[in-house]
């Protein structure tokens, strides 16, 4: 596609549900980055998968969360259990051989 | 350890103003890349400049114009003759040569007043 799409735009689910978040990147870049933004607050990086190099998953907060890449293409960011704290904006970005990422519109996650 | 600061939370102008968002970072890399993304109130981070280490030269873009000191270590952006559209959260990164993980700064809110 034209630009990282991500779905669904809006999620409210339940606390101690799990949760799926699905990102599609720009077709031909063989990075992706999920990064989280909670209100107010700055970009929190949570993981990064480059071509089929393991990914770096330095940043997921908890055992939660966890993120798989399929086919080098589309990633599904699942939080399990989801709490209140985990209310956030999620935001995926791609990149090709160019550092820049581009971003998705995100995922507004709320947990009531 | 790697670090982006925006010491401005929020700056406030009216149209038509100069305006310059700071960004200092840290980083013990001899070789990295700075960016700039705009973020409206739409919510989308839109990529806006990349710069290299080793290239000091400043960049003009249209209104837009960025000063990049490697000396100080500070990369900041200017917007001339501010309009309302310029409006949004403005964040300066920087990210490792060949690494993928972006450290962003806290974000600086500008709000250009007609």
């Known amino acids: 596609g034209a630009g990282v799409s991500q779905s669904p735009s809006n999620k409210v689910t339940e606390k101690g549900k799990d949760v799926e978040l699905r990102c599609d990147p720009i077709?031909?870049?063989?990075?992706l980055y999920w990064y989280r933004q909670s209100l107010g607050q700055g970009l929190e990086f949570l993981i990064y998968f480059q071509g089929n190099s393991a990914p770096d998953k330095s940043g997921l907060p908890s055992d939660r969360f966890s993120a798989e890449r399929t086919g080098g293409s589309v990633s599904t960011l699942t939080i399990q259990r989801t709490q209140q704290e985990d209310s956030a904006v999620y935001l995926c970005a791609s990149s090709s051989d160019h550092p820049e990422a581009f971003f998705g519109q995100g995922t507004r996650l709320t947990v009531v | 350890a790697q670090k982006v600061t925006q010491a401005q939370t929020e700056i406030s102008v009216v149209e038509k103003e100069d305006v310059t968002l700071d960004c200092v970072y840290e980083t013990r890399d001899t070789t990295y890349y700075l960016f700039w993304y705009k973020q409206p109130p739409s919510g989308e981070l839109v990529f806006l400049i990349r710069?290299?280490?080793?290239?000091?030269q400043n960049e003009i873009s249209g209104r837009y114009s960025w000063n990049f000191q490697k000396s100080t270590s500070s990369f900041n952006f200017t917007i001339t003759a501010s309009q309302v559209v310029d409006s949004a959260v403005y964040f300066c990164?920087?990210?490792?040569?060949?690494?993928?993980?972006?450290?962003f700064g806290q974000g600086t809110t500008l709000q250009v007043k007609p």
């Open positions: 990164a920087l990210n490792r040569l060949h690494t993928g993980k972006l450290i």
């Open positions: 710069r290299n280490s080793f290239d000091e």
């Open positions: 077709s031909g870049h063989t990075a």
